[in-house]
């Protein structure tokens, strides 16, 4: 089987689909087309592969060649030694994994001279033959004959026996993977409080004596045991139970050996292959099972920060209406800006109600001159510091309003990022005369109007809505969150004559430089009035228009189709339907009931299948539909402010903030979000909290537990109003190294920024491993 043939196959088992599917779409990738274009609009090619499937497969495929490459490099490197067999090229072949790879390789790769070499150098292998060979002789009486000057003592023959015996197993592919098998499945994790640093690690003390096994521990909870152990707080160790586990370990290698005997020889073996696990392979699985736990908690943390990036992305937005942002601030004042209906900045202010200078008829007065002035629709507030203050003055402010006067629709809404937005080189660029602090309230404004469009500005791991997410693999989160931009920016379409660079650089076949251009084609020559005139623009050619046209609209353009989602290569099924129908385009489009009189078969062809036929009647009947919620906002309770406000049993409504492992955030109003935890979401079991909830949903909670000193609140979904006591796993899920419990308010789901997402301590075998396990 050649390498794509054997690609195609595993992807395709893994994603549930056929190897022509999969070999298919790999071609369409390779040429360079996108995975939403793939999706969208070659499903006869890839027989309907959704962009779910096509994301794995893109991620496995990276994987699986790089592992062909090892493969390939590997069988030239035992080949160029002419040590390659028939067996061990099968075993080779056979391999699904790079660890089994590099298993099977041990005994060919070049190495530095080891012990065991330095034996062999001695004449010390025949020693090792005549001991397995006669099981009932005494090892020290054959070991007496090969004492020379090299090897002046018994023992110091039986040591280098021992030392080639020990790199044999070590480098035994079988033994190795029969190992790996046990330790998965009976593998401890286990942590102690490092003596004195109980005071400094106060906020991992559930962690100061803690033993779980391998198999089950849960991301977030490894996470925070990798961050205390990062933290010099508490020792990780890996491994079997220390007695029953650990006979077993070495009874696995000595059955390498085959001791099975009673003569001196065998039970010399046996103590030989006990000293091998305890020296050399515990230690070889412990940084194996590290570097396997490490990985696992990572890519489990990556999925839920990207689900939650979606769902922060794909939020509902307010619409195409005039916007008063406000960035709450005590001393430095709050800062206003408003925005029109474009997002457009119009004006700006800073007021200053609080302390110290409690100007707040002032602020009133600025407040009302603005809405007046600019028709102001909405008013967004930041949801930090002094959030509720500033929402309580805009309340009353609000009552001041001329009767007949349109009242503004006031929300809170989350302001992550908005202060790394503020002080970027695109806001700088596009905001150079304007005050850092103000630009965050633009931001704030824009993200009401429309949150992707504003959010895409914003680097993803910045929006801060994962767990840990500072500890894991950077390059794999950022891969996987720029996956997640770029599907939520295709998936809702962009307005071609209004989107800005940032959010048209996410459009499938674009990039910066080609957004930069389209806008710098705009605004030297005017609105775009069809998708044709982007092959006008510098540097785009046929192939990137390809690939973006589908996903870029133009409202009241020449071309009626180029506001809905039909791709122009399809535009002449879109005129056979409307020919069939003998109506006008423009009267068609949206005419539910005659659409769906129409037999999507009869307009099939040899280049458009029964997938792009249903898609271009499902876009007629609604064209350019918006698949975001409608919008809506949480209602906080009128004199719940504050933490120490609440009270067990009260009902409030809240928005969910952030959505992790072990349950959900939400943000009730009083400056800390509230944690309800996975077991009480619902009143049934929930495995996975994104089953019931997603960021950005509006929730009524009812409150379980109010913790002020350590900043924590209780909440519970569930009807029969939960409970306020949890057992000790629930809140140790709730706390993991007492950052995610704390929420986006305080420090974020993530942790500290800057958090280092290495090791520093693992127990008795020492950082050095750690240090290793980074470089692999």
Not at 4 to 29: H, K, N, S
Not at 567 to 578: G, M, N
Not at 589 to 614: I, N, Q
Request: glycine share 10%; charged share 30%.
């Amino acid at each position: 089987m050649d390498t794509a043939r054997r690609i195609a196959g595993t992807i395709a088992t893994e994603i549930g689909a056929r190897p022509e599917q999969v070999t298919a779409a790999v071609t369409l990738l390779d040429e360079g087309a996108t995975v939403p274009f793939v999706a969208r609009y070659r499903k006869e090619v890839t027989d309907g592969l959704d962009d779910s499937q096509l994301r794995t497969l893109a991620d496995r495929l990276t994987y699986l060649r790089e592992l062909e490459a090892r493969r390939a490099a590997i069988v030239d490197s035992i080949r160029s030694q002419d040590k390659l067999t028939d067996d061990l090229a099968l075993s080779i072949a056979k391999a699904v994994t790079k660890a089994e790879l590099e298993d099977i390789y041990l005994p060919y790769k070049p190495k530095r001279r080891t012990k065991a070499m330095i034996a062999r150098e001695n004449g010390l292998e025949p020693l090792v033959e005549a001991i397995l060979a006669d099981r009932m002789a005494d090892p020290e009486a054959l070991a007496a004959g090969f004492v020379t000057e090299a090897v002046p003592t018994v023992k110091d023959a039986l040591a280098g026996a021992r030392d080639i015996i020990a790199e044999g197993l070590a480098e035994n592919a079988g033994l190795l993977g029969g190992l790996r098998d046990f330790m998965q499945k009976e593998a401890v994790v286990s942590a102690r409080v490092i003596a004195g640093q109980e005071e400094k690690g106060a906020k991992f003390s559930d962690y100061f004596d803690h033993r779980e096994l391998w198999a089950s521990i849960p991301s977030h909870r490894a996470l925070a045991l990798l961050r205390a152990s990062n933290e010099g707080v508490v020792t990780l160790d890996i491994g079997p139970e220390p007695e029953v586990g650990a006979a077993r370990a070495e009874a696995i290698v000595a059955a390498a050996l085959d001791p099975r005997g009673s003569g001196k020889g065998d039970e010399w073996l046996r103590g030989v292959a006990g000293w091998t696990w305890r020296v050399k392979l515990s230690m070889t699985m412990m940084l194996d099972l590290l570097g396997t736990l490490r990985g696992r908690a990572h890519e489990e943390a990556i999925q839920v920060f990207a689900r939650n990036l979606k769902d922060l992305l794909l939020a509902a937005p307010a619409g195409p209406r005039a916007t008063l942002g406000l960035d709450p601030g005590i001393r430095t004042g709050v800062k206003a800006a408003v925005v029109d209906a474009t997002g457009k900045l119009v004006a700006t202010e800073t007021l200053y109600p609080f302390q110290p200078k409690n100007d707040l008829r002032g602020a009133q007065a600025a407040i009302l001159q603005l809405v007046a002035k600019h028709g102001v629709e909405l008013i967004a507030i930041g949801n930090g510091t002094a959030s509720r203050e500033t929402e309580r003055l805009v309340t009353e402010t609000l009552k001041l309003l001329p009767k007949g006067v349109k009242t503004p629709t006031k929300v809170v809404v989350s302001e992550a990022g908005a202060s790394v937005y503020s002080a970027s080189e695109l806001a700088a660029r596009e905001f150079p005369d304007l005050d850092v602090s103000l630009r965050g309230a633009v931001s704030i404004a824009r993200r009401l109007q429309d949150p992707l469009a504003e959010l895409v500005k914003i680097e993803p791991k910045s929006i801060g809505v994962g767990q840990y997410q500072h500890d894991v693999d950077q390059h794999r989160l950022s891969r996987a969150l720029e996956a997640v931009v770029e599907d939520a920016v295709n998936a809702v379409g962009v307005d071609l004559n209004t989107a800005s660079a940032p959010l048209l650089a996410h459009v499938s076949g674009l990039g910066p430089g080609l957004a930069e251009a389209i806008v710098a084609h705009r605004d030297a020559k005017g609105a775009f009035r069809s998708r044709k005139d982007l092959l006008d623009v510098t540097r785009l050619g046929p192939r990137a228009f390809e690939q973006c046209a589908g996903f870029l609209r133009i409202r009241d353009g020449a071309e009626p189709l180029d506001a809905s989602a039909v791709h122009p290569e399809a535009y002449d099924v879109a005129r056979r339907i409307v020919k069939a129908c003998g109506r006008d385009l423009r009267a068609l489009m949206g005419d539910t009931a005659a659409l769906r009189r129409l037999r999507a078969e009869e307009f099939v062809d040899g280049k458009f299948g029964l997938p792009t036929v249903r898609d271009i009647l499902a876009e007629l009947e609604k064209p350019g539909r918006d698949p975001r919620p409608s919008f809506v906002t949480a209602s906080f309770a009128e004199g719940v402010e504050d933490i120490k406000d609440l009270k067990p049993g009260m009902v409030l409504e809240g928005t969910v903030t952030n959505v992790a492992a072990f349950g959900a955030f939400v943000d009730i109003g009083v400056h800390q979000d509230g944690l309800v935890h996975v077991s009480q979401l619902a009143d049934r079991f929930v495995k996975d909290p994104h089953e019931v909830v997603k960021a950005g949903d509006v929730v009524k909670v009812r409150v379980t537990e109010v913790d002020v000193a350590r900043k924590r609140i209780g909440l519970t979904m569930r009807k029969d109003g939960g409970s306020s006591a949890r057992d000790d796993r629930a809140a140790r899920d709730a706390r993991p190294g007492g950052q995610a419990a704390r929420g986006p308010k305080g420090p974020m789901a993530s942790g500290p920024k800057g958090a280092p997402s290495g090791g520093a301590s693992t127990g008795a075998l020492g950082a050095a491993l750690l240090d290793a396990m980074r470089k692999r």
